[in-house]
């Protein structure tokens, strides 16, 4: 590892992504996406008499899938570092409790894949382990009924408002492979803009968006045009043109090559989802499905991926707080230029 | 970093405890470990107009508290790495949202600071980070008013039922010092044993403090005796027990100098507390309150702490699910005979 700048990490070993899968619900089945997720369900039980047993069966699944895809035997991986949106993160700690591998809980919202990204590839290049799973689930009704309303209320939503993404996104990182592999790091700090609608959580995120992103490209000497792609997790619409004026401000142009995982999950004049997809399975299914799938293809070579998360709850909305945002950016390329 | 056996790790850098505080609330005053708290508060709310805003509060003065004792700037932390037990963990993040340092968020239930310890050592030995900040949080109010009912209702408590201490530790980690040092770490399973009682938490967490602990012995070779005291985090009374019965099926007697935090923190007579303290909160004031001072004081040269967690919901217990459980063992010692 080689620390650069403030918080930006270098890999001293490749941290290769062995393997990716994800699993998501009916609505992302009619996305534009559809094609690169291993597996859509029909509904949003799937045989579960819950949707947060349905949830745990998500993330459950999706890691058995990555873990049969990598090849590597279950008893080989050394932790799983996993979290999610319902409280007490119980989908990954119900999911995973028979995987006996050792566990790391995590929650970073929304940015948790990313988490899981970052703290994986440390436990790597750091000697602990040689490999890891990183996994992450979201399910529209578990999160609209903890969050916000009973689904039969029918409530109206608000144009800036976005969709949870049913889905999971599980990868195998490991010591050994041919990438792509996680390159550097650059962790997040929170960032409170002072935002109160919790109806407008990209705009609440964009603001810790833009602190990690100028942090990226400070410490590293890298301009966004490094990059092939860049991707936000769940900024949707609202925060993504956000965070490009955010970024403009400070003299760097992303507009060319700079997208968001929520924007492109659902169509959002077809599908009626405002400002887009949300939720820790959004940029957790979208890397380990497209963006993932144009890596194998070789359509991109270098991409930067930064989940995003609102690390609020629905008390702190009611008792008046703003909603602190965080987001942990990790880039991902087909070579090891720093190796 | 040493790998010995299927989960334990020797660590190859001084992983240096530079400093601990702790804050606790009005019933922790009262009880037998008052001498060594930092802060002990009059009331519930220091203040503030809710009991989350208190438990935000009293994690961000604790933390504080541990950098201040430091002697760190606050510029020179890497990382924090912190989790509570309110839904999506809103007491760490905004509590420690000015922080200004790059956070990761973790969720362990009640073995949050274990889990906290075991990341934050690993980040150091790998070099990714120089200072590190663990913590950890729980509220008697904000948690009973979460988990269980209305305080306002005066429910009676099951005699296996435990009390989730109001309180914070912190510890700042370091490369540099002079001990006492994380030498070794375990990490845990989730581990379920089919306990469906939420009010037997104690129950339900000693089937991974015993797969921690003999994964532990196991791995390192060490026996009970190694360690001048073993401390579970909140096992409680009812756990404590048990733990010692199931050692024992394995051959491993840990009576002589086995200790639960949850047990430690509360006057079982005195305070009405029934099977002891619990929370994320538990451990980490009892570690860096009571276990730390022994350390200085030099009456403790070894100890093994294994705080450990219930990860569970209410909506989980309402679908007839049991309570899966997880512990993360981290061996403390006065020198670092390892290196």
């Keep these: 590892m080689k620390k650069v700048g403030n918080q930006s990490y270098f890999m001293s070993k490749p941290i290769n992504i062995l393997s990716t899968a994800c ?3 009916p609505k992302e089945k009619d ?7 291993d597996q859509c369900l029909e509904d949003e039980f799937w045989g579960e008499n819950s949707w947060e047993k349905a949830e745990s069966k998500i993330i459950k699944e999706t890691v058995n899938t990555a873990i049969a895809k990598s090849k590597i035997a279950s008893s ?3 932790f799983v570092f996993a979290g999610d949106l319902l409280n007490q993160c119980i989908s990954s700690s119900f999911g995973l409790r028979e995987s006996n591998i050792p566990f790391f809980g995590i929650f970073g919202a929304c940015s948790t894949f990313g988490e899981a990204l970052t703290l994986g590839s440390m436990t790597i290049d750091g000697d602990f382990a040689t490999n890891v799973v990183c996994a992450a ?3 529209f009704c578990s ?3 903890q969050f916000r309303f009973p689904l039969e209320l029918g409530n109206q939503r608000a144009p800036s408002s976005q969709w949870t993404v049913t889905g999971s996104g599980a990868a195998v990182l490991s010591k050994d492979g041919e990438g792509p592999y996680v390159t550097a790091i650059t962790p997040g700090k929170i960032v409170d803009m002072g935002i109160k609608d919790a ?5 609440a995120m964009a603001g810790a968006a833009q602190d990690t992103l100028l942090c990226h490209f400070k410490d590293t000497g890298r301009n966004p045009s490094y990059y092939d792609a860049i991707f936000t997790g769940d900024l949707g619409h609202v925060g993504k043109d956000i965070l490009i004026d955010l970024m403009e401000t400070k003299g ?3 507009k060319a090559n700079y997208n968001d995982c929520g924007v492109l999950i659902f169509d959002k004049e077809q599908q009626d989802t405002h400002s887009g997809g949300s939720g820790c399975g959004c940029s957790a299914s ?4 497209y963006i993932s799938h144009m890596f194998k293809e070789g359509k991109y070579k270098k991409v930067l991926l930064m989940p995003t998360g609102a690390l609020m709850n629905s008390t702190t909305s009611q008792q008046g707080e703003s909603i602190p945002g965080i987001a942990h950016a990790v880039a991902i390329e087909a070579t090891c230029p720093n190796l």
Tied chains: 1, 2.
Excluded: Q, R, T, W
């Design 199 to 203: 109806n407008n959580m990209g705009a």
């Design 31 to 37: 996305g534009p996406l559809n094609a690169y997720f």
């Design 252 to 254: 760097y142009n992303i």
């Design 137 to 139: 689930s979201s399910h």
């Design 76 to 78: 080989s991986i050394d």
């Design 143 to 145: 999160a609209e009924k």
């Design 286 to 289: 979208v890397f380990c499905g």
């Design 23 to 25: 699993i998501v619900g």
